[in-house]
């Protein structure tokens, strides 16, 4: 990773996460499902924080240790549909917003899914960021 940023990584990051995973730091604009709008930090919660029994593949670990969010709202649109009953998915809103260094690092190559994930930065407050409402 080259950036002139020193990232403070929350306590509970393992060693060597998020640097080994190929990293820049965060830019461009990305797109994620939120419970309330305007969102709030509770939206951004890392899987392991929602799903705390959650297992991990070994290859997911670091991600775990992310925010989820999507590069394109064509993408966030596919995974919203994978859940069309409203107790599977509720009243969940999409919101768009850039990201900036100052929330962290993200990988360097996209996922051919679309998927990115954020590795947020101690203190960094990624729903003052990601707030815009996006209207369909």
């Not at 080994?20 to 899987?47: M, N, S, W």
Request: proline letters at 10%; hydrophobic letters at 35%.
């Amino acid at each position: 990773m080259t950036d002139n940023l020193n990232y403070k990584w929350p306590a509970d990051f393992p060693e060597g996460i998020p640097e080994i995973c190929d990293v820049v730091p965060a830019q461009g604009k990305v797109y994620r499902l939120v419970r309330t709008f305007p969102p709030t930090e509770q939206d951004f919660q890392r899987h392991r924080d929602e799903k705390p029994g959650y297992v991990y593949r070994t290859k997911d670990i670091p991600k775990s240790y992310g925010v989820s969010f999507w590069s394109k709202l064509s993408k966030i649109k596919r995974i919203a549909k994978n859940y069309p009953f409203p107790e599977q998915f509720g009243a969940w809103q999409t919101v768009s917003g850039n990201l900036c260094p100052e929330l962290g690092v993200i990988p360097a190559e996209l996922a051919l899914d679309g998927h990115v994930t954020l590795w947020v930065q101690e203190g960094a407050e990624p729903h003052k960021h990601i707030k815009e409402e996006v209207v369909e």
